[in-house]
C-alpha cells in the first residue's frame, strides 16, 4: 500500500524544546518538501529535497532544520529558534520530471 | 520568481450551484496547473491538473480552464454537493521546479 505518512498527528511541545516531525514515503520519489499552513492561510514552503543528501531552503527556513539520509524519510526539526511554531506541518513526495505532489495527512504542533 | 493569486479567499453557494475559483500566475514559463482539495485537518489532495499545451480539461462535475495569454486559469465546479465543502488550492510550476500555492479559497456549499 504505497503513500505518504507523518507522525505523529498531533503533537505538544513545551517553548524552548526542539521537536522533529517524521515524513516517510515508500512511492519511490526522489523530491521532497515540507510546508507549513497557518489558519486560513495558504502553503507556505519551509525546506525541500530533490535528492538524497541534498536540501535547500524554502521561504520561511529560519527556526528548522532537515535531513535526508535516505530517499524514503525527511524529517524536520523545530528549533527552540522558530519564534511562532503553532502550527499543521505538511508533508509532500513528488515524483521525477514534476507534476503531482502526493501530501501526507499533516501533523499539528502546539507549542505552549 | 513565481507568484500565484487565488481569488475569492472564501465562497459560499447554493447546493446545485456552480462555484468558480480563479487564479493568476506571473510567470510565462510555468506549464504545470493542478488544483487540491483540502478537507478539514488532512493533507491536500489533487483534484484536476493542466498542462499549457490545452485550453480546457474536464473531470465529471470539476473543470480546469487556462488563458496562457492573460496568465489566468479557473476551477468551475457545477452542481455543487455538500461533500465539495473544503479548502481549495491552485498551483503553478515550470517543468521539474518547485510549485507555487495560491493561499486557497474556502468553499461553503449552502443547503
Known amino acids: 500500500d504505497g503513500g505518504i505518512t507523518q507522525s505523529p498527528k498531533y503533537l505538544f511541545r513545551k517553548e524552548g524544546q526542539n521537536v522533529t516531525l517524521s515524513c516517510e514515503q515508500n512511492l519511490n520519489h526522489d523530491a521532497m518538501y515540507w510546508y507549513r499552513q497557518d489558519p486560513g492561510q495558504g502553503l507556505r514552503l519551509i525546506y525541500y529535497?530533490?535528492?538524497?543528501?541534498?536540501?535547500q531552503k524554502g521561504d520561511i527556513a529560519e527556526g528548522y532544520s532537515v535531513s535526508r539520509e535516505k530517499k524514503e524519510s525527511f524529517p524536520l526539526t523545530v528549533t527552540s529558534a522558530q519564534k511562532n511554531p503553532t502550527a499543521f506541518y505538511l508533508c509532500?513526495?513528488?515524483?521525477?520530471?514534476?507534476?503531482?505532489?502526493?501530501f501526507g495527512p499533516g501533523t499539528r504542533l502546539t507549542v505552549t | 520568481g513565481e507568484n500565484v493569486e487565488q481569488h475569492p479567499s472564501t465562497l459560499s453557494v447554493q447546493e446545485g450551484d456552480s462555484a468558480v475559483i480563479k487564479c493568476t500566475y506571473s510567470?510565462?514559463?510555468?506549464?504545470?496547473f493542478p488544483w487540491y482539495k483540502q478537507e478539514l485537518g488532512k493533507g491536500p489532495q489533487l483534484i484536476i491538473d493542466i498542462r499549457s499545451n490545452v485550453g480546457e480539461k474536464k473531470d465529471q462535475r470539476i473543470a480546469v480552464t487556462l488563458n496562457k495569454t492573460a496568465k489566468h486559469f479557473s476551477l468551475h465546479i457545477t452542481e455543487t454537493q455538500p461533500e465539495d465543502s473544503a479548502v481549495y488550492f491552485c498551483a503553478a510550476s515550470r517543468e521539474d521546479d518547485k510549485i507555487i500555492f495560491g493561499k486557497g479559497t474556502r468553499l461553503h456549499i449552502l443547503p
Open positions: 510567470d510565462s514559463a510555468s506549464n504545470y
Open positions: 529535497s530533490q535528492i538524497v543528501n541534498d536540501f
Open positions: 509532500a513526495s513528488q515524483p521525477p520530471h514534476g507534476g503531482e505532489q502526493y
